[in-house]
């Protein structure tokens, strides 16, 4: 596993979520497409499989897209501040960046295979 390179690493933070977003905000329109579908007179009293899930669905997906609300809220407010001799610090907590907050969110892709371990700090 290789070091990330400069600015990998906020890119690839960037692009997760950006990923993640996109899944869920998919997933939760063809939830709502399919829980209008449901609610055509023409269904009605038909055995749909499945048709209570859908709002479950919908409601996994608002909770996903708050989780990356709250991931981005916290990214943002523990971003690098300006290089210094030593290198970046947090500009909340004054830890060497990327601090333990920045590293438990972007740990949630560890299994992604470009992601190359806790970023070094340096
Ligand atoms: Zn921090």
């Known amino acids: 596993m290789s070091a990330w390179g400069p600015g990998e690493f906020e890119a690839f933070t960037k692009a997760r979520l950006a990923e993640a977003e996109a899944a869920a905000r998919d997933l939760l329109r063809t939830a709502q497409n399919v829980s209008l ?9 038909r055995h749909m499989p499945g048709w209570h899930s859908w ?3 919908e409601a996994v997906c608002a ?11 916290i990214l943002d407010l523990h971003a690098p501040n300006s290089v210094s001799g030593t290198g970046r610090a ?14 438990a969110v972007v740990s949630v892709w ?13």
Not at 37 to 45: H, I, R, S, T
Not at 63 to 73: F, Q
């Open 90 to 103: 947090c500009a909340y907590c004054g830890h060497l960046w990327p601090c333990a907050e920045v590293s």
């Open 55 to 57: 709002p479950e669905v």
């Open 110 to 122: 560890s299994d992604h295979q470009a992601y190359r371990g806790p970023r070094e700090q340096h």
């Open 63 to 73: 909770g996903r897209l708050a989780d990356i609300a709250a991931m981005r809220a």
């Open 37 to 45: 579908e449901l609610k055509d007179p023409a269904l009605l009293g």
